[in-house]
């Protein structure tokens, strides 16, 4: 089916339609959706792909940057929670989606447009629609719980991203909002987990199904991970940390700008 596609910046009189379509496609649970609503002022924008009068899909864009030593920040958009109306996909909107996040981020003065597949096999798709090509890669680890006496405090969003800023200062890393921040940390306690600390170290993850997700690990002693799954009742974990030659990661149009060795782990995934 044809649609004539108008797409803008989304609108206060827009969020109950994306409310809906986000939890009919994504299946979150309320609360942490009118989170995300609440945060979206500080952490970016949204646009609404529109066909006489009725709202048939949606991509949030969210402000970071790219940090370096001895470089100016570089601002960096992340596309996040596209989603069509199951009536109108297989139609293109998608990729209309797609292409004016892109148009957006130039338009705006942000360098690096990027995005996260939710699986592998979307990397073609998104170079096909976009040009992006993988920039970041990362490695799985899987680890058992232990019955480790090591101290785990949790963290609030700020105290964790001081924390990450001052352990990163010397990489290339995405220097992610405080309102991003604080959606992390409302959707990882949502599911059983949130931010930590142990011993001068950070992690941040959820449990499902059993199994812990830790989205990031830094500065982490042996006895973190093990102690954190066996503190949350986890049966293991898996633990993703950044590696150049490990599974694609991140998409970036025009990857050259985003170094292949840049730390993000905090992709909202």
Known sequence: ???AININEYRQDDIPSLKRLWMETFGDAPELVDRFFELL????TGLVAEADGELLGAAYLLDAELWSPEKPPVKLGYIYAVAVEPSARNCGIGAKLISACE?????NGIEICTTLPAEESLYAWYERVGGFQTATRCLYET????????????LFADEYAFKRADILRDNNYV???YGYMLFQEALCKRYGG?????KGGIACGYVDNGVLLVKEVLNDSPEFIPA???????????????DRYGAPFIAAYEAKALPRDTVWGLALD
């Open 175 to 177: 220097n992610l909002n």
């Open 1 to 3: 089916m044809y649609y």
């Open 228 to 242: 954190l799954c066996s503190k949350l009742g986890a049966k293991s974990a898996l633990v993703r940390r950044p």
């Open 103 to 107: 148009r957006y981020c130039w338009e």
């Open 41 to 44: 002022p500080s952490m970016g």
């Open 194 to 198: 949130g931010l930590f600390g142990c």
């Open 143 to 154: 680890v058992l719980p232990s019955d480790s006496a090591a101290e785990i405090t949790p």
